[in-house]
């Protein structure tokens, strides 16, 4: 089957996942970390793109990425392939590194790339690694002033959104990254997460199974009250999204949210 073209950013921005093979580690000692950064280096000039923010986790990465020349897979291709390179010499490795190609979403809003940039930086605090003013692997502290030297992220296009002097814009940003995202399920920020996609196809079968209904035509055929109650019993599901259970059942999206957030 072949790859389906990649939908291009309005904005050329675009969160990008790298994911270990099988969710193996893809990182095991700090000259890892600082090889895969070093890479990022040498690609960003090579290729002409900009970091706005960044996090390496032991199995994955994630990056926003300013696409200013639509660079984006070769970009991202040669940072795979010299990093695996790399990666197989010191370690022996045979096999693929990285789980298929990377994932990109395109980020066409100032509301979605500040949550992102937060969401982001907020990971291993949420992996319970470390809190996230004390993570070296991240861009947080270069946005807020420290790792000076070894800065690799353009903090020009975010930071100035948190107030006009740098000094101001640092205090905001900080302040910004002590809370979670209150609306992290209602907007779908679930999708940033590295989880085993379901196809539809299992998803069909996992709400077949919940319900214990044999065909998902049986929903439509419910009254409003109980139709909603077997939504929510589907929110839960791993894997999936609001869109897709709207897509695998028929059931209107809107409809869908509605039953969530009524709960």
Excluded at 22 to 34: T, V
Aim: hydrophobic letters at 35%.
């Amino acid at each position: 089957m072949p790859r389906m073209a990649r939908k291009v950013s309005g904005t050329k921005v675009y969160h990008i996942i790298f994911r270990g093979n099988d969710k193996q580690d893809i990182f095991f000692d700090s000259q890892d970390y600082k090889k895969y950064l070093k890479e990022i280096k040498v690609t960003k000039e090579k290729y002409q793109y900009e970091i706005l923010a960044y996090c390496l986790m032991s199995n994955h990465v994630h990056l926003i990425v300013f696409d200013k020349n639509d660079n984006l897979s070769k970009a991202m291709q040669s940072l795979a392939v010299a990093y695996s390179s790399y990666f197989s010499k010191k370690y022996d490795k045979v096999g693929h590194l990285f789980q298929n190609r990377f994932l990109s979403k395109n980020v066409e809003t100032k509301e979605y790339l500040l949550q992102l940039c937060r969401y982001i930086h907020q990971n291993p605090a949420k992996a319970k690694i470390a809190s996230v003013d004390n993570y070296n692997w991240s861009s947080y502290k270069e946005y807020i002033g420290l790792k000076l030297k070894e800065r690799i992220t353009n903090i020009n296009t975010i930071l100035p959104m948190f107030g006009s002097s740098r000094e101001q814009a640092i205090k905001n940003f900080e302040t910004f990254h002590k809370y979670e995202n209150e609306d992290y399920n209602k907007n779908e920020y679930v999708e940033f997460e590295i989880v085993d996609k379901l196809t539809d196809e299992e998803l069909k079968q996992a709400i077949e199974k919940i319900l214990n209904i044999e065909n998902l035509i049986e929903i439509k055929k419910y009254n409003s009250d109980i139709r909603d109650k077997c939504i929510i019993k589907l929110k839960n599901i791993k894997g999936t999204t609001k869109t897709q259970i709207a897509r695998v059942t028929g059931i209107n999206r809107k409809i869908i949210e509605r039953a969530i957030n009524k709960e």
